[in-house]
């Protein structure tokens, strides 16, 4: 069996955001960057898998992205996975998720794949349509949001978690995509051996060129901070008055009062 | 008439040989037994404790005869030293009669034991073993009838003991024997050397000569087989422990305090990491366990025990010994639980009070080790979390890594970044450039600097986590990364001292990162200002208030930093009240060994206990030194209802509020 | 400008959130139509097309299915925009209509600028204003970012019917875990801090937290004290959670319970003390009685 699991490189949600100079994307400096938590349990799901069908089984991992994401790739090879593609783009930033599905489809065109594993989203751009987008290039069977996941001689039994905690139960066959949502499994540690191992694991380095012939859908006409919810407003006197501003501003500024 | 003895009174000079033939026999069993006992030691790894070896000598003599160790725990202690002390020299009396016997009178012909000398002698000796029986019985109290809390009796007890006393009493007997048919009618002048011998010799007094002299040498053969039988029962019982912890005293570690191995990233042929089972351990880690006395005074000053965790340091120890000795294959982890071994707080309470010498701590850091290392396990998510933020962000509570420097912004204070010709660098170390009450502590520091014409660098957010408390978890690998990426960074700016306000940075940069190649002058802030002080670079103005002083772990313990904070204090116009526990002697505040980032779920609070120690002095204020503590601390008082009758505050908030302008 | 509305429909019933994709199509003031797969039982209160295919033939998860009848009423209508609501269905579905018009996709708008569309990134942290190259495009609302608008009427049903070849089968629902509290997940948190006093006011904290429909959370002491259960603590020996509406009544916000909380995306803090840290992350600090205030907010919100 040959699983493909795709990861992201994403800033770490704490960092500061500013523009970057084209003011469409956020300026690297000062930020730390870690593997998109989302794509922690899609490796997870597929490590477990690889480790369950033992050797003959071959667990691919790909990133696009800039050199920095070979650290994240790392990371996967040291919780499991036996080799990996890196789809160098210095400008992946740029790209819209039509043409990242694109380059991964294009990646996994003629290889076989039968499980491909995703996250739901990327925890920066947060758009959830990679993953969706690459089975139906690819002609896939899919399903997103996944908290449950097990496959029985090319089936797959998924738990899709939907609204209000609910579980939706569902069976694919192989060739599928999966993308993996939070409380699928918790993500192990990599133990040191495996960390050593991985150093000695092969990183296909692919140019995004050879894979990407499609032009962006979607552009990105500004990236910004938020108009200011209300910034850190001071509610003073009597308890009347300020219960009444705080409807107002529970209306206005979040979505939980209509 | 002079005084001497005849040797072999009414023993004959023919017992000579039987007796050497019996005793190389004994000695013979003593040395099978512990022959016995080195395949056990020797499933253990390779170590070198044979370095150093005029100085481990030297040790072993002066903590051996001068039970130093032994003696600054004054219950049980006091009986044992000088039960200890009086024994030799009954053993030494033994063997200098044996000499004379032997060797001086057949070979030199001369008498040694004659004369004033002799008198001395008698009179040494016959004290030594009332002494010794005194001793025994005050141990012998203290074991079966006041019991203090943790002491436990097992078989070995009442062997040791009764052998002990029937060994002691037969001594008298035949003194006495030998006396009654002897001293007490020929030298009744002498016999008052003797008082020993002289009471028992009452016993004898109305026996017949002939019966008299049966007796004594029933007698004699009784001691001689009991002596015998002592040195039989060495490595069988509780007694190896007089050649094992000496040993100890000679095989203890060299390095300096709190030194743990430093793994060899780079070696990709290893593949095992910490210790899993026996065969990973040391032959010293598993020889500990023969050395251990059971004197529980670990046990009772570990924070973890005493706040009812399933952690017990002297437990432990004797269950490596038990798995090398029953199951050398099975897990330690398993024998002694993961909860024990995440439960230290690495506060090295047990290994500085252990009369034993025995390691402690690095026995649960390997087992750490082998937990996180290679089973990628945590003692919880909480702490799963903290170390992937120290990963990506450089600080455990994941906070973003540019704002590190923030807290400095408006200070007078360069980062190092921009200027580093600095006097210091000062090391923030994540809770003071995180954590708001530990910031005023960093703002304080700068103040004092300031004052004093220091010019201070930061690193601002190049700055990282110092790995400590990942390292303690067993994270060596983390560790070394944010270690590696520090000292690098470092070696780029030419400094001159570095200087931190937190024991914990100041122990891994001072020592751990040696190993990784940094070799500049660190200092804990609390010396540095006394320095400062003493050179009359800094000037307090004293106010007078009343404290007690918490002894960080870090500090006290392993740096030995113990008077100067206290007299930085007292020039700042403090009086000290002590808490029951302090200096070399301190009870943990619960965050150390990495505990800081683990959320405490077994027992109670070690941090409320602490407080209770504080409160109790009747001080109004607690000074700390230390980041952790101090969190610790904050959050004992709130927890354990003590916010109105005291308060924490750091030492440099003291010192920088009575500066001199 | 015209849009197909995507509704939805969940074990047999049409989801409200179906009326917040008409208030999107107002703002936008584009002409609707709109596709259900539901019944004719239960039909939206909106006086428009409503293409109409079988729930009980066509399923209420089918993808495949669903994409082909989509793609056929995009046919007949030829619609701008095809509008879905950011949710499990509508994540799902979205792409795969997109790829198949090879149309671009704006995912969670939360706003329509004139520039294009906001969405937000980093986790609320930061926005985009995103536009589309293509002559069509299709769009997820964010769930709650537009409000429920019923216009009222009955719609003009047009029926659809199509075959799946779909490679995926719905086998049915697991109802919810009864979990006694999943903070992680909760979009409205109000947390319990020392400052409220004793345990038996843990109830009045409570209240809001369900009159808001959200989750009750509590400070360490709160829980140490044994107030409140150890599900729900927050901080770093806690859960890190990052609701959208996050209120903290008497915390201090030490930095262990920051470290947990800070995500949020709205934080209101109630504290007697102006200065206390908590006000330092908080969008809103109201200076109060926690005891006073809340009961007088919940009796408001609950109106
Ligand atoms: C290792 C470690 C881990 C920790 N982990 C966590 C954790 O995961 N989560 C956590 O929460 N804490 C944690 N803590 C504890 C943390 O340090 C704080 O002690 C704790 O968060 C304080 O809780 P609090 O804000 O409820 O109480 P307090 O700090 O006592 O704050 C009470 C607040 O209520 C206000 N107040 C009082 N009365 C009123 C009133 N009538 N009306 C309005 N306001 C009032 C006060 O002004 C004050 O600001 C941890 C501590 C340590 C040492
Ligand atoms: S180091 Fe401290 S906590 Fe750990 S076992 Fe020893 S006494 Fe107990
Ligand atoms: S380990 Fe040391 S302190 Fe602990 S019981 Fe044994 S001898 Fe005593």
Same mark, same amino acid.
């Given at each position: ?258 | ?661 | ?139 997820? $609302?964010? +769930? ?6 019923? &216009?009222? !009427?009955?719609? #003009?049903?047009?029926?659809?019917? =199509? %075959? ?102 709205? $934080?209101? +803090? ?6 206390? &840290?908590? !006000?330092?992350? #908080?969008?809103?600090?109201?200076? =109060? %009685? ?14």
């Amino acid at each position: 069996m040959k699983l493909l699991v795709c990861i992201k490189q994403v800033p770490d949600l704490e960092s500061r955001f500013k523009p970057d100079a084209t003011g469409t994307w956020f300026s690297e400096t000062d930020l730390a960057f870690r593997m998109n938590e989302y794509d922690e349990y899609a490796v997870e799901q597929a490590v477990r898998l690889r480790e369950q069908l033992g050797d003959s089984c071959e667990l691919t991992v790909l990133s696009i992205g800039p050199d920095r994401v070979v650290e994240a790739i790392k990371k996967a090879l040291a919780m499991g996975c036996d080799n990996a593609a890196h789809i160098q783009d210095n400008a992946a930033s740029s790209k819209d998720p039509w043409q990242i599905a694109a380059t991964i489809a294009a990646y996994a065109k003629d290889k076989g794949f039968d499980i491909i594993f995703t996250g739901m989203q990327s925890q920066d751009r947060g758009s959830a349509q990679v993953g969706v987008t690459v089975a139906e290039l690819l002609g896939i069977a899919c399903t997103t949001t996944i908290v449950g996941f097990a496959c029985d001689s090319g089936t797959i039994t998924a738990k899709r978690e939907l609204e209000g905690g609910i579980k939706g139960v569902v069976k694919l066959k192989t060739p599928a995509l999966v993308t993996c949502q939070l409380g699928l499994n918790v993500p192990r540690y990599p133990t040191l051996p495996n960390i050593m191992k991985a150093k000695k694991k092969e990183i296909i380095a692919i140019p995004v060129g050879d894979l990407l012939k499609e032009e962006a859908l979607a552009i990105t006409a500004s990236f910004h901070p938020p108009a200011k919810k209300g910034g850190g407003i001071v509610l003073e006197g009597d308890v009347a008055d300020l219960v009444e501003k705080v409807i107002a501003i529970l209306k206005d500024k979040t979505a939980v009062l209509r | 008439m002079e005084a001497t003895r005849q040797i072999y009174w009414n023993m004959g000079h023919g017992v000579v040989i039987p007796m050497y033939i019996l005793a190389f026999a004994a000695f013979g069993v003593l040395a099978w037994g512990f022959w016995q006992r080195l395949p056990i030691w020797r499933q253990g790894k390779a170590l070198d404790r044979f370095d150093h070896y005029d100085e481990r000598v030297k040790r072993m003599i002066s903590e051996v005869f001068g039970q130093a160790k032994v003696f600054r725990v004054t219950e049980g202690g006091v009986f044992h030293s000088i039960f200890f002390w009086s024994f030799l020299i009954l053993f030494a009396g033994t063997m200098l009669v044996m000499f004379q016997a032997d060797f001086f009178t057949p070979v030199l012909k001369v008498n040694l034991l004659s004369g004033e000398f002799y008198k001395a002698f008698s009179l040494v000796l016959d004290i030594a073993g009332i002494l010794a029986i005194v001793m025994l019985a005050g141990l012998f109290i203290r074991r079966f009838v006041t019991r203090p809390d943790g002491l436990e009796i097992v078989r070995d007890d009442y062997i040791v003991l009764q052998l002990l006393f029937a060994i002691l009493i037969t001594g008298f007997l035949i003194e006495g024997a030998r006396m009654a048919a002897t001293e007490l009618q020929q030298n009744p002048a002498l016999a008052r050397f003797s008082p020993g011998g002289l009471l028992a010799g009452q016993l004898f007094t109305t026996l017949t000569p002939g019966t008299l002299l049966v007796t004594h040498k029933i007698l004699w053969w009784l001691h001689f087989v009991l002596v015998l039988g002592f040195f039989c029962a060495v490595p069988y019982t509780k007694l190896r422990h007089i050649l094992t912890t000496s040993a100890n005293a000679f095989l203890a570690p060299f390095e300096a305090k709190g030194s743990i191995a430093t793994i060899n990233m780079e070696d990709d042929t290893v593949e095992q990491f910490g210790t899993a089972t026996i065969s990973d351990l040391s032959w010293k880690d598993i020889f500990d366990a023969d050395a251990c006395t059971s004197c529980k005074r670990c046990q009772e000053r570990c924070p973890a025990y005493t706040t009812d965790k399933p952690l017990s340091p002297m437990k432990l120890i004797k269950q490596i010994g038990e798995l090398a000795e029953g199951n050398p294959t099975g897990s330690l982890s398993e024998t002694i639980s993961q909860d024990a071994i995440w439960a230290c707080t690495t506060c090295r309470a047990c290994q500085d009070i252990c009369p034993a010498n025995i390691e402690h701590v690095n026995k649960i850091l390997e087992m750490r080790r082998n937990l996180t290392l290679m089973e990628g396990a945590f003692p919880g998510d909480e702490v799963k979390t903290a170390v992937n933020n120290i990963e990506v962000n450089g600080n455990p509570f994941g906070l973003a890594f540019a704002a590190r420097g923030d807290w400095a912004e408006g200070l007078q204070i360069s980062v190092m970044e921009q200027d580093s010709d600095v006097d210091i660098l000062y090391f923030v170390g994540c809770y003071a450039s995180f954590d708001k009450r530990n910031q005023a502590i960093a703002r304080n520091f700068i103040t004092i600097c300031n004052a004093a014409g220091v010019k201070v660098g930061i690193l601002g957010k190049e700055e990282k986590c110092c790995g400590e408390p990942v390292r303690k978890l067993g994270n060596e690998y983390l560790y070394q990364m944010t270690a590696a990426e520090n000292i690098e960074l470092i070696k780029t700016y030419n400094v001159r001292k570095i200087v931190t306000t937190c024991p914990h940075c100041f122990n891994t940069l001072a020592r751990d990162y040696k190993d990784l190649g940094l070799d500049i002058p660190v200092e804990h802030y609390t010396t540095y200002i006394n320095t400062l002080l003493e050179n009359n670079k800094l000037n307090l103005t004293p106010e007078t208030f009343r404290y007690t002083y918490h002894d960080s772990c870090y500090l006290g313990r392993y740096m030995d930093i113990i008077e100067q904070p206290r007299s930085i204090l007292t020039r700042a116009g403090g009086s000290i009240t002590e808490m029951d526990k302090s200096g070399y002697d301190s009870f943990c505040c619960s965050a150390g060994g990495g505990r800081i980032i683990a959320e405490e779920k077994l027992g109670s609070k070690i941090s409320e206990a602490r407080i209770k120690m504080a409160t109790d002095t009747g001080a109004p204020l607690l000074v700390s030194n230390c980041p952790f503590c101090m969190t610790m601390f904050e959050d004992g008082i709130k927890t354990g209802g003590a916010e109105d009758v005291l308060r924490v505050r750091d030492l440099a908030e003291i010192v920088a509020e009575r500066i001199v302008a | 400008m015209k849009t197909l509305l995507i509704g939805e429909y969940r074990e047999g019933k049409l989801l409200e959130s179906t009326y917040e994709l008409l208030s999107f199509a107002a703002q936008l003031n584009a002409d609707t139509a709109m596709l259900l797969v539901g019944s004719e039982s239960q039909l939206p209160a909106y006086a428009g097309t409503l293409y109409l295919a079988d729930i009980a033939t066509c399923g209420e998860y089918n993808p495949d299915l669903h994409k082909k009848l989509i793609l056929d009423a995009v046919q007949k209508e030829n619609p701008d925009c095809i509008v879905f609501l950011h949710s499990s269905y509508g994540w799902d579905l979205a792409p795969r209509v997109a790829a198949a018009l090879k149309a671009a996709q704006i995912s969670e708008v939360i706003a329509n600028l004139d520039g294009g569309f906001e969405v937000g990134c980093c986790n609320a942290k930061m926005r985009r204003t995103v536009k589309s190259t293509t002559a069509r495009t299709v769009i997820t $609302i964010q +769930a709650g970012a537009f409000p429920v608008l019923q &216009p009222g !009427g009955s719609p #003009a049903v047009q029926k659809l019917t =199509a %075959d799946s070849s779909g490679n995926l089968e719905f086998i049915g629902y697991e109802p919810a875990e009864k979990k006694d509290v999943d903070l992680a997940k909760a979009e409205v948190i109000v947390t319990a801090g020392r400052g409220i006093g004793k345990k038996d006011n843990v109830p009045v904290i409570q209240a809001l937290a369900r009159a808001l429909g959200g989750e009750l959370g509590a400070s360490r002491p709160v829980v140490d004290a044994g107030w409140v259960e150890h599900s729900h603590q927050v901080g770093t020996t806690g859960q890190t959670v990052s609701p959208k509406l996050y209120i903290a009544c008497g915390v201090s916000g030490a930095i262990q319970h920051l470290a947990g909380m800070k995500k949020s995306d709205f $934080i209101i +803090a109630i504290n007697k003390d102006k200065d206390a &840290p908590i !006000g330092e992350v #908080a969008d809103v600090l109201v200076v =109060a %009685d926690v005891m006073q205030f809340v009961p007088a907010l919940t009796a408001k919100v609950a109106k």
